[in-house]
């Protein structure tokens, strides 16, 4: 009486939300009225009494028009469920509990009672026709739709009730319904299965995503393992999904793995090979080779086994056949495609073009290449060269991308490290025809695809090896000892060829790379003989190329012969140049723009530099070892400027004045959004002679001259000189002081190469000089003086000159040429060269003077014929020439008008000075 009393009053203050004083006060009736219960009842039927009260509170929440409570309902509910079956800690059998008198214990809420509970308050009913109002009414009722359908009260009603639910819903909701459709079917009969997988059969095929997918997977996996006519209706489904093209791509893929998971089961073994001949039948794209090779996975689980089952699938089906004609009507089909779509949209990126089969040409070329790659691989089957033929000419030669492209050669690259492509004989056959490639169309990702090959033969065949360097990861290049040379190297003129016609920069600096490691670098085994011969062969074939090179030039646009020329002598000096340090800091350099060729965190191997000229402003990636000359160079280009105007770049107004500098040296990389100003000067706003002659006293100054008398000098030369007032003004400036000292500092030399490499070069000198008389470039010029420089001086011009002592006399206006400056300022070099060098039997700086040679130095800065752009080089030589040649030996002491000690000072040709002011007013 206590019970139905307290419990009555109890259950309607549970229909509104109670408030925290409420709550405790509920709280404490209802433990004090369970408390009271158990004096009098034994515990089971005390947890009975609460179970029956929530039982009771599940249906009065069920019959409330809230959702909030229907779900508070279905919690309930979802508990006295709980209730009907023992608990697994409490189910122990009495033998393994080691209390004789024990018995298992009973589930607190009777099974039958609570279905007669269901049934007379109309639970069941009620529950069913809430179904379509929330997703939520089925998921928190699940414990409850499977004691149902444990007690048979489950209909096939029932069933169709939950499905329909399903149409219109959202997307989330969907997923939540079919999710909980897989569970209950682990708990359905194979009638309900069946009756399941019919509804599904009705639904549009466009209509069958991933979730509905699972529910499929679940109930075929149910009925496979079960003895039914019926038994493998669901694998029939999953089959129908993967061989529907209109289908979503990941969806086919995912039914894929469901399928092959099945048929991996025991139950399904006598399905395989069905399955195999069902692929077999109606391969038609990537998604069919995918099961292929899963199922040959399950059907075959070792190496060996895979290899006799593909072999017999290749006696039986002409697997390779099939496979390779199928991938013709696909290109041939996806031909048609582009060439539409491209109609239509002439931009559009063909690498994500649809194939009729959910997924991009890309992703179906990498997948159909995965799948030869698995067919070879597992199997002793052979790669012929037709089969390479068919590739080449499908995915290279009839490419409709470069991505299609690369990833071809890739592949075939991949084939090759993996020794999946058969013998050497199919190596050579497969990089003979990447050496017919465009090579001035070779990515980084082609260019590594050669470079693999190029290994591989050479290696094979002895002609260069790799040995690993310590504290580099890499593996570096080497000539064999015991190879033929450069004669010998497979594909030695293609990589020329990458270096010469490349538009890749990364490209063209690992092709520099590799022809400086194969031939600076000597192997241990080497005699010295033998190193200096494999030098001296490629120093000639440089040559015979730079020949080829200058003869061709009629036949060249002007862009490709300068490309190619200053590319040529970038490599031979690099060459020259190449030591130790030189070495680690290209390597370090290579490994930086590899990783940022993949997108990893580095410094970065170039920059973004915007370049502003008055108004104007362009931008351009620069690398870090960009000279200032390539920058000045690549802007005279990009703002089209002549090539007699003279260029200045300043950076966060500090001028960038040396040449030879890189970015990196300056540390602009530093800089976020590095810009640069450009300014051009007009040559006549230029006056060099002034210029010349002020530096060349400040020179004599710095030479030891007294300061009162130089000034008195300086002052009547000046006072004597007609100079316009844009000039004076330029000169009057505050940077003049600068100008005069970048333009008169004395000439750097570079240090000499060794004797042996130096005499390797002593035969192409004519070369060097053609090309200054042909002034192609400024830039090329500029690169051959270099060289010339760290050369031994030319014999012809030497003897030229000494001659001189003999009392003959030479053409100057020949070696004194004004219109070819770069060849002047090497004539010039070479006289500095032999002024100061002590030579026993001739006193050159003797000898030059007697010739008058002062006068036409100064001539030639006084001529128009020497242009702005190329004057700083000739200046440069002019000054410390005139220096060395105005300064004697001797000296004398001369006291100054406020000194209190001698001054040592070296004398100077008085005579000669006026003679300069008198020549140039």
Not at 103 to 123: G, H, Q, S, T, W
Request: charged share 25%; proline share 2%.
């Amino acid at each position: 009486m206590l019970k139905e009393t307290v419990w009555a009053r109890l259950l309607p203050f549970l229909d509104t939300q109670l408030h925290s004083e409420d709550k405790t006060s509920f709280e404490y009736i209802c433990t004090h009225t369970q408390n009271i219960l158990s004096e009098v009842w034994p515990p089971e039927k005390v947890t009975f009494a609460v179970e029956e009260f929530n039982m009771n509170y599940a249906d009065r929440c069920l019959r409330k028009d809230n959702l909030e409570r229907r779900l508070k309902g279905l919690q309930y509910l979802q508990r006295a469920v709980s209730k009907t079956v023992v608990p697994e800690e409490q189910s122990v059998p009495v033998w393994k509990s080691g209390l004789k008198d024990q018995a298992p214990k009973k589930p607190a809420v009777d099974p039958e009672y609570f279905l007669n509970f269901v049934k007379e308050r109309e639970i069941m009913h009620r529950y069913f026709s809430l179904l379509g109002t929330h997703v939520e009414i089925v998921n928190q009722g699940l414990p409850f739709l499977v004691f149902l359908i444990h007690h048979g009260q489950f209909t096939l009603e029932h069933l169709d009730r939950i499905w329909e639910s399903s149409v219109g819903i959202h997307e989330h909701d969907r997923k939540i319904l079919f999710r909980c459709l897989s569970k209950l079917s682990s708990d359905f009969s194979i009638a309900f299965n069946l009756h399941l997988l019919h509804r599904i059969k009705e639904t549009e095929r466009s209509l069958i995503d991933e979730h509905l997918l699972d529910v499929i997977a679940e109930v075929a996996s149910v009925l496979s393992n079960e003895m039914h006519p019926e038994q493998f209706e669901g694998l029939k489904v999953l089959w129908e999904v993967i061989t529907n093209k209109s289908a979503v791509v990941s969806t086919r893929l995912k039914a894929v793995g469901h399928l092959s998971n099945i048929l991996n089961r025991k139950s399904c073994e006598n399905q395989k090979i069905t399955y195999i001949s069902l692929c077999l039948q109606n391969y038609s794209d990537a998604i069919t080779a995918e099961l292929l090779q899963k199922l040959i996975e399950t059907v075959s689980t070792k190496k060996g086994q895979r290899s006799k089952m593909i072999e017999e699938l290749e006696r039986q089906y002409k697997l390779t056949d099939l496979i390779f004609n199928k991938l013709a009507n696909y290109k041939k089909e996806i031909e048609a495609v582009a060439k539409t779509t491209l109609k239509k949209d002439p931009k559009y990126q063909l690498d994500n073009l649809p194939t009729g089969n959910g997924i991009s040409h890309i992703e179906h070329i990498n997948r159909q290449l995965s799948f030869i790659d698995y067919i070879y691989a597992n199997s002793s089957l052979t790669f012929s060269e037709s089969r390479v033929d068919i590739i080449w000419t499908l995915l290279v030669e009839r490419s409709l991308t470069s991505t299609e492209k690369e990833t071809t050669l890739t592949w075939f690259s991949e084939q090759v490290s993996n020794m999946k492509v058969g013998d050497t004989a199919i190596s050579e056959y497969i990089f003979n025809k990447i050496l017919a490639l465009d090579t001035s169309q070779f990515s980084y990702t082609v260019f590594t695809v050669f470079m693999s090959f190029f290994l591989l033969i050479n290696q094979a065949r002895g002609s260069v090896k790799t040995i690993d360097t310590i504290g580099v990861t890499e593996k570096h290049l080497r000539i064999s000892a015991h190879g033929s040379g450069i004669s010998g190297i497979a594909g030695i003129e293609t990589l020329w060829q990458i270096l010469v016609t490349g538009t890749h920069e990364l490209v063209i600096q690992e092709a520099m790379r590799t022809f400086i490691a194969l031939f600076h670098n000597v192997d241990q085994v080497h005699t010295k003989a033998k190193a200096l011969g494999f030098r001296k062969e490629f120093v000639n074939f440089w040559a015979s190329r730079l020949a080829q090179k200058i003869d061709s030039k009629s036949k060249q646009q002007g862009d490709s012969l300068c490309l190619g020329l200053h590319r040529m002598f970038a490599l031979i000096i690099s060459y020259t140049e190449e030591g130790e340090r030189e070495k680690l800091r290209i390597e370090q350099e290579i490994a930086k723009q590899r990783k940022a060729e993949k997108g990893m965190e580095m410094e970065r191997a170039d920059v973004l530099i915007s370049v502003k000229k008055d108004k104007d402003q362009k931008q351009g990636r620069f690398r870090l070892n960009c000279t200032i000359l390539e920058v000045k160079s690549r802007c005279r280009r990009a703002f089209e400027l002549n090539d007699n105007d003279y260029i200045r770049l300043y950076f966060e107004n500090q001028e960038l004045r040396s040449n030879d500098r890189t970015i990196s040296d300056y540390g602009i990389h530093k800089h976020k959004d590095p810009v640069f100003q450009l300014k051009v000067t007009d040559p006549e706003e230029k006056p060099i002679a002034f210029m010349m002659l002020s530096a060349l006293h400040m020179g004599l100054a710095g030479a030891g001259l007294q300061q009162t008398r130089f000034n008195r000098l300086l002052n009547q030369i000046d006072s004597s000189m007609d100079v316009s007032s844009k000039a004076e003004n330029w000169l009057k400036s505050v940077s003049f002081r600068e100008k005069i000292h970048t333009y008169g500092a004395p000439v750097k030399h570079r240090k000499n190469i060794s004797e042996d490499l130096a005499n390797l070069f002593s035969d192409h000198f004519k070369q060097f000089f053609k090309i200054l008389d042909l002034q192609i470039d400024p830039d090329i010029s500029s690169q051959v003086l270099d060289l010339l420089r760290v050369l031994p001086l030319n014999a012809q011009i030497v003897n030229d000159f000494k001659t001189l002592s003999e009392g003959n006399s030479i053409n100057w206006d020949q070696h004194l040429d004004p219109n070819n400056t770069y060849k002047l300022a090497y004539t010039l070099y070479v006289i500095e060269c032999l002024i100061e060098t002590p030579d026993e039997r001739i006193n050159w700086k003797s000898l030059f003077r007697s010739q008058n040679i002062i006068d036409r130095l100064l001539t030639l800065v006084c001529s128009t014929d020497i242009k702005s752009r190329n004057a700083k080089k000739v200046l440069r030589y002019l000054l410390t020439v005139t220096t060395l040649l105005l300064v004697t030996e001797d000296t004398h002491v001369l006291m100054g008008k406020n000194s209190q000690s001698p001054v040592e000072e070296k004398r100077y040709d008085t005579k000669q000075l006026v003679q300069i002011q008198k020549n140039y007013h």
